[in-house]
């Protein structure tokens, strides 16, 4: 009895053991994939997040460049329409400036000047202006050719019959384009600046700093 009770024993004992054994042999094993898993998968995903990291930074390069060309686009035309408004208005202010005064010798060499460079440079704001579509508003546009047609246009029409005597209105037509014509000008220049984010150089400023710190965060 004493036999078999020892051997009854025994055996139950190596079951016990199997039992608490197994389990934790099995999860040896799964820990030990989990790892040999995670050194296959780490290095995948690290490279996956590179690789998009990668991709959003030239994506924002890209559109950081894009935007600096429209920024000095827009830069250019509203220094190219400047330069040729007031190029123009001088050249008409010149004319209608000697006549009244009877300078003979100024007012021929005016008229001279008006007809050889007014042409060429009324042809130029109005290729300006059709830049302007892509870079400004459709407000904006049509402010441009509303300037164009409606001052410029009309200014160089009133100033013909002058110089070819239909009119002889000298003083008004002077006053016009120093003073009226010179206010609707500075206020078109104002608002176009003001319509491409370029007026406020503390803005523009403020602009470069953010679009610096997203590249650091990308970074």
């Not at 025994?10 to 016990?16: K, N, R």
């Not at 060429?120 to 400004?136: F, P």
């Not at 546009?141 to 200014?155: A, R, S």
């Not at 000298?170 to 206020?187: C, G, I, P, T």
Request: with cysteine; aromatic share 8%; charged share 25%.
């Amino acid at each position: 009895m004493h036999g078999i009770g020892r051997g009854f024993d025994s055996c139950h004992l190596h079951q016990f053991i199997g039992t608490q054994v197994n389990p934790f042999l099995e999860k040896i094993g799964i820990l030990a994939a989990t790892a040999a898993m995670s050194g296959l998968l780490i290095p995948v995903i690290t490279q996956n997040m590179a690789h998009t990291r990668l991709l959003e930074q030239r994506q924002f390069e890209t559109e950081l460049a894009r935007e600096n060309e429209i920024i000095k686009a827009q830069v250019k035309l509203i220094e190219n329409l400047s330069d040729l408004l007031w190029e123009y208005q001088l050249l008409a202010i010149e004319v209608t400036y000697y006549q009244p005064h009877e300078d003979q010798t100024n007012y021929i060499a005016a008229v001279a000047d008006y007809d050889a460079k007014a042409g060429d440079l009324l042809g130029k704001i109005r290729s300006e202006i059709s830049k302007s579509i892509r870079l400004t508003s459709l407000d904006t546009y049509d402010q441009l050719i509303e300037m164009y047609y409606g001052e410029l246009i009309e200014l160089d029409v009133n100033l013909r019959m002058l110089i070819e005597g239909a009119s002889n209105d000298w003083h008004r037509l002077n006053q016009y384009a120093v003073f009226e014509l010179s206010v609707k000008v500075d206020n078109l220049i104002n608002d176009l600046a003001m319509q491409t984010n370029l007026k406020n150089i503390d803005e523009l400023t403020q602009a470069v700093q953010d679009v610096i710190d997203k590249v650091g965060d990308i970074l």
